[in-house]
Structures are given as structure tokens and as C-alpha cells.
């Protein structure tokens, strides 16, 4: 019940911030010119947080779901970072970025060869869904002076979603590799949110206390 609650609080937190950085300076400029500074659309980044916070509550149990649920939010973040790495401003945030990209190429390797040792017969999907697919559209149109906040407001959602579906996973799944691997991912996992939260400071709001429980 704990963790429903703060992750209720999380959702208000990231709507109230997406309001209110769409309002910022980039708000209404022109996203056809190439030349302009695109504005973020941060309440629909919020709202695919707060979708994604709710899916994590309620993290599947079973193998095959826990596997494209995991490999769905493995491609995001690598393709995130990516972006990141080229677009970021911040020496910190293009340093996140490429944290991010290699724990999550080591973790998707992880769970292909997990899955191959176990001899599951499950085939993850190769790309993101459509509610990531919306955040890295988000992502590639933000402005260059919005890009490095967009980043890291997404890394927040997407990483306290990540987190308690390895928390879920790892306390409830039925594949005792899987679970094995969840719990040891989620270390990883908290290990990126607090420095997002570290880099992100006062700008994410104080952050969302969700992925500390």
C-alpha cells in the first residue's frame, strides 16, 4: 500500500512539473522550423509517466510478460540514452546517458543469455512500444535548451516504472533465473534514478519519492 501511495504522489509530482515546463520559454514556438527552438511536450511525457508508474505497480509475474515488459524498457533507454549522448548539454547528463546505454545493453545480453540457459521459448520484441515511441519523438523535437530537463524528467518516469517492475518481478515471478536477474537489476536501476535525481535537483521538483520504497 506504501508504494501505491507514493507512486500516486509521483504522478502528481511529474504532471505538475510537465504543466508547468511546457509553459517555459520555448513554449508555442514553431516545431515545423528547423531553425526554432522546439518546445517539449511535457504533458504528454507526464501522462506516459504516470501510465507507466501505474503498469509498474501491478508488474507481471510470468515469464513471457516480464521479459517484453523488461526488453520494451531496455530498447527505450538505449535508444534514449543515445539521443542523449548526442544532443545532451550537461557533461553530467551525457555522462548518465552512456551509464544508462551500457547497463542496459549489459542487461538485455543478461536476459538473452538467462533466457537461452533456461531454454524459455519466449521472443522479446525489438522495439519500442507506442507510449515509448511518443517519448523519444518527445525527445528528438525537444529545443536545445529544453533537451537536457526533458531527458532527465523521462529517466525519472521510465526508471521508477523500471524499478518496480524488477522489484515486482523479483518478488513474485515465476521463473526462479528471471527472478534472480530482477533482483539483480534493480540495484542498477536505483542506481541510475538517484543520479538522476542527483543531476536533476530542485528542476525535477524534489523528484518523486517513489523509487526510494
Known amino acids: 500500500m506504501r508504494r501505491i501511495m507514493l507512486a500516486a504522489a509521483a504522478i502528481g509530482v511529474a504532471i505538475t512539473a510537465g504543466a508547468c515546463h511546457k509553459t517555459g520559454s520555448n513554449?508555442?514556438?514553431?516545431?515545423?522550423?528547423?531553425?526554432g527552438s522546439a518546445p517539449v511536450?511535457?504533458?504528454?511525457?507526464?501522462a506516459a509517466g504516470a501510465v507507466g508508474a501505474a503498469s509498474g505497480l501491478v508488474a507481471p509475474t510470468t515469464a513471457d510478460g516480464f521479459v517484453n515488459a523488461a526488453t520494451i524498457a531496455n530498447t527505450y533507454e538505449i535508444e534514449a540514452g543515445k539521443i542523449a549522448e548526442q544532443r545532451a548539454s550537461s557533461a553530467d547528463v551525457k555522462a548518465l546517458a552512456r551509464m544508462i546505454v551500457a547497463d542496459h545493453t549489459r542487461i538485455g545480453q543478461e536476459m538473452a543469455s538467462t533466457l537461452k540457459s533456461e531454454g524459455l521459448d519466449i521472443t522479446p520484441p525489438n522495439e519500442p512500444d507506442e507510449r515509448r515511441k511518443g517519448m523519444l519523438d518527445n525527445l528528438r523535437q525537444a529545443g536545445d535548451?529544453?533537451?537536457?530537463l526533458a531527458y532527465l524528467h523521462q529517466q525519472l518516469a521510465a526508471h521508477i516504472e523500471a524499478l518496480e517492475?524488477?522489484?515486482?518481478?523479483?518478488?513474485h515471478g515465476d521463473n526462479p533465473a528471471l527472478k534472480a536477474l530482477a533482483a539483480?537489476?534493480?540495484?542498477?536501476?536505483?542506481?541510475?534514478?538517484d543520479e538522476v535525481k542527483r543531476i536533476g535537483g530542485d528542476k525535477l521538483q524534489a523528484a518523486a519519492p517513489g523509487g526510494n520504497g
Open 165 to 171: 517492475l524488477m522489484k515486482g518481478y523479483a518478488d
Open 184 to 193: 539483480k537489476t534493480a540495484p542498477v536501476i536505483q542506481k541510475h534514478l
Open 27 to 35: 513554449a508555442g514556438k514553431d516545431l515545423s522550423n528547423p531553425g
Open 145 to 148: 535548451s529544453d533537451f537536457d
Open 41 to 46: 511536450n511535457a504533458v504528454q511525457d507526464a
